[in-house]
């Protein structure tokens, strides 16, 4: 079955500080990865897109790196702000199946003062 | 900048109205989508739409229909709207297929409640 399992759900930290959240699949065939932030009560935005071959993609404090070999990827937030604060979901898309995507349940963050 | 909008945040109805929310995008984009997002689950998509008039049922589709008359309005009916139903809805759209890595960009939500 094709599945996308997020961890954690939820996730705590202070502003400043690192974090880094999962995102293990079972889909395949694999085609692309997403990382999304969806901000309370709004639509998701995207945040990277990362296909096969790549295995790592920064977008300002935000990197993602994926492993195709073990099927996992992670979100890696620097120097976090309380702006940061937000659901962010793993959405891996089929291979051969252009309209069909697995979405994860999502991770939500709350950074504190 | 892309711009997907959505006719209503919230929106209250009564078990058996018939619901129209719309959805239209300003990028000419080919495909639009229609998920529900519900409390532990990840978005599920309801429909989908890779050209005007033509319409895919998705994961969820049993209680909806939907509308593409235009390239930029993608419409999401519930025949007789029922509790179950209360969700948070989301329009999405893209330029291309998913499948060579194109960008879904995504409405605000509306979030509909059923009594």
């Known amino acids: 079955k094709n599945q996308v399992e997020q961890s954690p759900q939820s996730l705590i930290i202070l502003e400043g500080k690192n974090c880094t959240l999962q995102?293990?699949?079972?889909?395949?065939?694999?085609?692309?990865l997403r990382w999304y932030k969806q901000d309370t009560g709004r639509g998701p935005v995207s945040l990277t897109i990362?296909?096969?071959?790549?295995n790592t993609k920064s977008n300002g404090r935000y990197t993602a790196t994926l492993d195709a070999d073990t099927k996992q990827s992670s979100l890696h937030i620097t120097a976090s702000q309380l702006s940061d604060s937000a659901s962010y979901i793993c959405?891996?898309?089929?291979?051969?199946?252009?309209?069909?995507?697995?979405f994860g349940t999502g991770t939500r963050l709350k950074v504190l003062a | 900048d892309v711009k997907v909008t959505q006719s209503s945040r919230y929106l209250v109805k009564r078990t058996g109205e018939k619901v129209f929310l719309e959805c239209v995008q300003d990028?000419?984009?080919?495909?639009m989508f229609w998920y529900r997002q519900d409390p532990g689950l990840g978005l599920r998509l309801i429909y989908f739409?890779?050209?005007?008039?033509?319409?895919e049922k998705g994961d969820i589709p049993e209680g909806y229909s939907v509308s593409r008359e235009k390239k930029e309005r993608f419409s999401l009916i519930l025949e007789s709207a029922s509790t179950n139903q209360t969700s948070m809805y989301l329009c999405?759209?893209?330029?291309?297929?998913?499948?060579?890595?194109?960008?879904?960009?995504f409405g605000p939500g509306t979030r509909l409640l059923v009594l």
């Open positions: 739409s890779y050209d005007v008039k033509m319409k």
């Open positions: 995102c293990n699949y079972t889909v395949s065939p694999f085609s692309n």
């Open positions: 999405a759209s893209s330029l291309i297929a998913g499948d060579l890595g194109e960008t879904q960009y």
């Open positions: 990362m296909t096969f071959s790549e």
């Open positions: 959405v891996v898309s089929l291979g051969g199946e252009p309209y069909k995507y697995i």
């Open positions: 990028m000419d984009h080919e495909n």
